[in-house]
Nanobody
Framework: VQLQASGGGLVQTGDSLRLSCAASGRTFSRGSMGWFRQAPGKEREFVVTSGRGTYYADSVKGRFTISSDSADKTLFLQMNNLKPEDTAVYYC?????????????????????WGRGTQVTVSS
């Protein structure tokens, strides 16, 4: 299984970006999928994850949206009204399980499949 994230870049405050995550060897139609991010000097944190339910971090709620294409081969993260604090390397993740608790969906260490990250930089 391989996940490949793309779509990052350098944008200004208030701009939008759409990240993509292409999957090979599996689809996003089963189990759990989501996006995490890691800023310099910080731990990897969850952004939005989906499985039995969809969970958004408070910091991105109302601005970011997770979706997938009709074939469930590509996962998207639409990011609107970007802020400098959104600057990070963004990773897509997947797992064959659906978690029983919110903790499972929000803890990076619970997830099995990871893509290489894509850098998002938001200038002020």
């Amino acid at each position: 299984v391989q996940l490949q994230a793309s779509g990052g870049g350098l944008v200004q405050t208030g701009d939008s970006l759409r990240l993509s995550c292409a999957a090979s060897g599996r689809t996003f139609s089963r189990g759990s999928m989501g996006w995490f991010r890691q800023a310099p000097g910080k731990e990897r944190e969850f952004v939005v994850t989906s499985g039995r339910g969809t969970y958004y971090a408070d910091s991105v709620k109302g601005r970011f949206t997770i979706s997938s294409d009709s074939a469930d081969k590509t996962l998207f993260l639409q990011m609107n009204n970007l802020k400098p604090e959104d600057t990070a390397v963004y990773y897509c993740a997947a797992d064959d399980r659906t978690f029983n608790t919110r903790a499972g969906y929000t803890q990076a260490r619970q997830w099995y499949y990871w893509g290489r990250g894509t850098q998002v930089t938001v200038s002020s």
